[in-house]
């Protein structure tokens, strides 16, 4: 079993920043794909970005790209997302996922609790 925990949500103004973290636990053996996912109020839960155990191979939905960027610290077991240029419409619950591979869907093996990210107009 893998273990994550996400944190960093918060409340900021359009065009703001924020940094989200996310801290991997449990399972050592395996080199895990890390990403994040997100479910806006009424909508389903949908991809966001993830990135490879070397870090070099990142994949990101079209909404994001130029904004987000996603990074990993395997020495710390964390994934990071840093969102710039926040829009109302990236309000959502964030959740930290895991998988032995990438997955552009959300069919990751793994999920964290969530952390809710709030963007006000």
């Known amino acids: 079993q893998v273990q994550l925990v996400e944190s960093g949500g918060g409340l900021v103004q359009a065009g703001g920043s924020l940094r989200l973290s996310c801290a991997a636990s449990g399972r050592t053996f395996r080199r895990y794909v890390l990403g994040w996912c997100r479910q806006a109020p009424g909508k389903e839960r949908e991809f966001v970005a993830a990135v490879t155990w070397s870090g070099i191979m990142t994949r990101y939905a079209d909404s994001v790209k130029g904004r987000f960027t996603i990074s990993r610290d395997n020495a710390k077991n964390t994934v990071y997302l840093q969102m710039n240029s926040l829009k109302p419409e990236d309000t959502a619950v964030y959740y930290c996922?895991?998988?032995?591979?990438?997955?552009?869907?959300?069919?990751?093996?793994?999920w964290g609790q969530g952390t809710q990210v709030t963007v006000s107009s």
């Open positions: 996922v895991a998988d032995s591979a990438v997955v552009t869907s959300t069919s990751w093996d793994y």
